[in-house]
């Protein structure tokens, strides 16, 4: 008798520790499906536009540097890509009147990206509007006045953003496909690293001069989604054009 207890102590056991590690990891499942989201909203609030339905928006940040911003546009002209959108911070365009010009005249869509490059998830509300009002006046002085999209410049941020960017009249846009560009990783692996792109992704590249072999990469990056026959779009076209994705963040 004391042989069947302790045999079946031992099953009530073996099954415990069974339950709990499924348990833990479903647990460690659905946090790294949280924290690898890629697009936010609050409920019946404001949303973070991640990805469309229809096309492919190709995107820039460009936070600061004087060497890749004008080549990379060039590249662009070459391979004949009409649309675009350059998310630029207000510092940088203060500095590069030229190129913020030359964006202009190429006809792509100009984003803000804050002004100082801040990580706006570690600042405090009246430093997110006193960064994003700063961004705004030297855009305007830039004659760049119909900036309607707005990019966390380190693309981390909160409900709060969200809010605040309401306010100003902006959408919060993220991403869909990483480049890892800025990591320098070789043109290849940059070009696998957005193969996997569908209809609705919006892609992040980067023009600032840590982003060394962006501009190498672009004209078989390009190549590679032509070849899936996607149509590129600026990223405000690719919104009205189809219905946002979104998920709440709290």
């Known amino acids: 008798m004391k042989f069947f207890m302790v045999l079946h102590a031992k099953k009530i056991k073996y099954y415990s520790l069974i339950l709990l590690t499924a348990l833990f990891t479903a647990w460690f499942l659905f946090v790294q499906n949280i ?3 890629p697009v936010f909203s609050t409920e019946d609030g404001p949303k973070a536009v991640y990805k469309g339905e229809q ?21 662009l002209k070459r391979e004949q890509i009409k649309s675009a959108t350059f998310f630029l911070s207000g510092s940088w365009a203060e500095r590069h009147p030229d190129i913020v010009e030359k964006i202009r005249k190429e006809g792509y869509e ?22 994003i009002s700063k961004a705004q006046e030297a855009f305007k002085k830039l004659n760049v006045k119909s900036i309607e999209l707005l990019r966390a410049p380190t693309g981390h941020f909160d409900k709060r953003l969200l809010k605040i960017s309401e306010n100003f009249g902006y959408t919060v846009v993220h991403w869909s496909i990483d480049s890892k560009d800025w990591t ?67």
């Not at 060497?67 to 590249?75: G, L, V, Y």
């Open 35 to 37: 924290l690898q989201a």
């Open 55 to 75: 096309n492919v928006a190709i995107t820039f940040n460009i936070g600061w540097g004087d060497e890749k911003a004008a080549p990379i546009i060039e590249t």
């Open 110 to 131: 100009i984003g803000m990206l804050g002004y100082d490059y801040k990580d706006y998830s570690e600042m405090e509300d009246q430093e997110i509007i006193r960064d």
């Open 184 to 250: 320098n990783p070789g043109v290849d692996q940059i070009v696998q690293n957005i193969s996997k792109t569908k209809k609705g992704d919006i892609i992040l590249l980067h023009a600032s001069d840590s982003a060394k072999q962006t501009n190498k990469a672009l004209p078989q990056l390009l190549g590679e989604l032509q070849s899936k026959n996607l149509n590129f779009v600026n990223v405000s076209e690719m919104i009205s054009n189809s219905s946002a994705n979104s998920e709440e963040i709290r």
